[in-house]
């Protein structure tokens, strides 16, 4: 009788403690401000692992504020060199976080709308170069798909 129902005690801590996992948690990397998502380190992490489906609200707190300075920071590079490898690499975080978020039942909404419109500044509303908006698609597609 003793054995069942260790076995059993057993196979619920195991369930109990295996529930949270790689979707519940934010990986290191994502968590070490705006450089990671600038391109240094994500040789071990992809961008799209650091929009966990049940992120706690500090983590996605810390990883929204560097994403968001490091879309700013490339947004202010590509108008400066349209069509060069800022563009790109905006796109890229922009594909990624996209693909983070799917699935994520809407918790990183905000942040999307937010990095949308980082991405896409423009002063004075202007229209962005047709060169910008082109290598930033071709990055937006390759995050979106590998990101």
Not at 52 to 64: F, I, M, R, S
Not at 86 to 104: K, S
Not at 111 to 136: E, Q, V
């Amino acid at each position: 009788m003793r054995r069942p129902l260790l076995l059993f005690a057993l196979v619920s801590l195991i369930a109990v403690t295996g529930c949270g996992g790689p979707d519940d948690s934010t990986p290191t990397a994502c968590l070490e401000g705006p450089s990671f998502y600038l391109g240094k380190g994500r040789d071990v992490v992809l961008i799209s692992d650091c929009l966990a489906e049940n992120q706690t609200g500090g983590d996605l707190a810390t990883v929204g504020t560097a994403m968001l300075a490091a879309a700013t920071k490339l947004n202010s590079e590509a108008r400066a060199e349209p069509g060069g490898n800022a563009n790109v690499q905006l796109g890229y975080l922009l594909g990624a976080a996209e693909r983070g978020a799917d699935g994520t039942e809407g918790i990183h909404a905000e942040l999307l709308r937010r990095l949308s419109a980082a991405a896409r500044y423009s002063p004075d509303n202007r229209p962005l170069p047709a060169t910008f908006l082109a290598a930033y698609q071709r990055g937006f597609d390759a995050g979106r798909s590998r990101g």
